[in-house]
């Protein structure tokens, strides 16, 4: 099973994001996951939120432009090259990594990365067989 990703486009200008995560705030959902990047006019933020599919109909209702994709959550071995564990099995089967960033919290003491990936069925199968812990449902919980 897949984490669902909230992708939004915002304008990119000051206040746009402290808008959004407040009206979640507000509506007691909570980012375990977020990561910002602007362009020139746009910034894109992806979020791995407490409950997703509230989220979405939250951010429908106030006009947001978004999109709920599917992601991988893993976590990352606690030991010199513990990013390389994750990063070379997927290179080697020629996945491609759109972005990566962490979760807020940690279930353990292991760093939780979120993964986009070109062939996510593919990307969950290879981390598994080569011992790396996939996140799933538990991620909403953190």
């Not at 409950?51 to 990352?76: C, H, K, Q, T």
């Amino acid at each position: 099973m897949s984490v669902k990703q909230i992708s939004v486009l915002l304008d990119n200008v000051p206040g746009t994001l402290c808008r959004l995560t407040n009206i979640l705030d507000k509506e007691d959902i909570t980012a375990k996951a977020l990561l910002a990047a602007s362009a020139a006019e746009n910034s894109t933020v992806r979020m791995v939120v407490s409950d997703p599919e509230r989220a979405a109909a939250i951010l429908e209702s106030f006009g947001f432009n978004y999109e709920v994709s599917p992601v991988l959550a893993a976590e990352v071995p606690l030991h010199p090259g513990g990013m390389n564990a994750i990063l070379k099995p997927l290179t080697k089967a020629d996945i491609n990594i759109h972005y990566l960033y962490t979760t807020i919290n940690r279930i353990g003491q292991e760093t939780i990365v979120i993964l986009g990936v070109d062939r996510i069925d593919a990307a969950r199968e290879v981390l598994s067989q080569n011992w790396i812990h996939l996140i799933e449902d538990e991620i909403y919980a953190l």
